[in-house]
């Protein structure tokens, strides 16, 4: 029986050699292929770490009015826009406009409101 150093010698020369041998045998597509994956999966994490910090930093929750400097809404749905180029991600609001006395208005209508674009900051 070989001792414990000698084994482990033994098993990371093994290691070694196979990583080579895969090394030596990955075509061009396999590697465009494992980094498109590994591209999806970075995607993912990014978008995961987003959402989590949309989260921590609303202050807002479905049923709750926000203003913003269109008008009022009621919050329905809650979403997230991930976009990085006007400073950081947030949420994004959607709900029936309200009028000044915090009804709906008579048209019905529904839009879409940022979160960086609260006036009550």
């Not at 070989?2 to 597509?29: R, W």
């Not at 770490?49 to 009621?74: Q, S, W």
């Not at 976009?83 to 406009?97: A, Q």
């Not at 000044?100 to 900051?121: E, H, L, Y």
Request: charged residues 30%.
């Amino acid at each position: 029986m070989l001792p414990d150093s000698e084994i482990c010698l033994v098993l990371s020369s093994i290691c070694y050699i196979f990583v080579l041998t895969n090394i030596v045998t990955m075509e061009l597509q396999d590697l465009r292929d494992r980094l498109k994956v590994l591209e999806q999966e970075y995607e993912l994490m990014q978008k995961q770490i987003m959402r989590e910090y949309c989260d921590a930093n609303n202050p807002y929750k479905v049923g709750d009015k926000f203003t913003d400097h269109i008008g009022t809404i009621l919050i329905e749905k809650i979403s997230y826009s991930y976009s990085t180029i006007y400073g950081s991600p947030g949420c994004v609001y959607f709900g029936p406009e309200l009028k000044k006395d915090g009804t709906p208005k008579k048209n019905g209508d529904k839009r879409k409101a940022w979160q960086s674009n609260d006036i009550k900051k």
